[in-house]
């Protein structure tokens, strides 16, 4: 039996700029639910995080793979398929960051991500991947428990500022998911009490 995603419900509240999303996905062994939220911080817009819960109907184990994938490419529209997909190389992979250079315009970017699970950090083990940084995690877990984790992220390019090497380096030692939230807390609270926002603030983007 194949895995099929039978419900899928996603939601942004304009009451403070948070999108949550649903899963549930048929497995061979039972259900798998999934939800989650992400945040982009209004203050630090450089950082965004997301949070997530996972449970099962049934116990078992889980593998977790937490990825900043340099091996992504650009075929989402058909017709550019026949050309040249790979829009930037990797030029370094560090402990929690990965770099890459544009293949045309020659624009660094570097990406930082932290990912904890059940409040645990994760580590980038495997130091041979050259395109991919990758922090996995192993966890057991029983039938209805939940399973937290949580990503929080940061990015920066030389189309912007001269080092963002630097930048990165200099932001993501107190990068934090729950400070990402406290910054999206309060700019919403403030941003709400202008009479513009007196509607509702509940909209379904997607139902499925």
């Known amino acids: 039996m194949k895995n099929l995603l039978k419900k899928r419900q996603s939601r942004i509240d304009f009451k403070n700029g948070i999108q949550s999303d649903f899963y549930q996905v048929k497995l061979n062994e039972g259900n798998l639910f999934i939800k989650t939220r992400k945040y982009v911080d209004p203050i630090d817009f450089h950082c965004f995080a997301f949070e997530a819960e996972l449970s099962c109907d049934f116990a078992g184990e889980l593998k977790l793979e937490s990825l900043i994938d340099g091996q992504v490419l650009n075929q989402n529209v058909e017709r550019y398929r026949a050309f040249e997909s790979k829009e930037f190389h990797v030029t370094r992979i560090g402990k929690r960051s990965l770099t890459a250079r544009t293949r045309t315009t020659g624009i660094d970017i570097v990406l930082f991500a932290k990912t904890k699970l059940m409040g645990q950090l994760l580590e ?16 057991q877990f029983k039938a209805n428990q939940i399973i937290s984790f949580s990503k929080s992220m940061a990015v920066a390019t030389s ?34 009490k202008r009479p513009i926002f007196n509607w509702n603030r509940m909209i379904k983007i997607y139902k499925g």
């Open 124 to 139: 980038n083990t495997d130091r041979n991947e050259e395109e991919r940084l990758i922090e996995p995690g192993t966890i």
């Open 159 to 192: 189309y912007e500022m001269e080092n963002p090497s630097e930048y990165i380096e200099k932001i993501s030692r107190n990068l934090d998911i729950e400070q990402i939230k406290s910054h999206n807390a309060d700019y919403w609270e403030k941003l709400c």
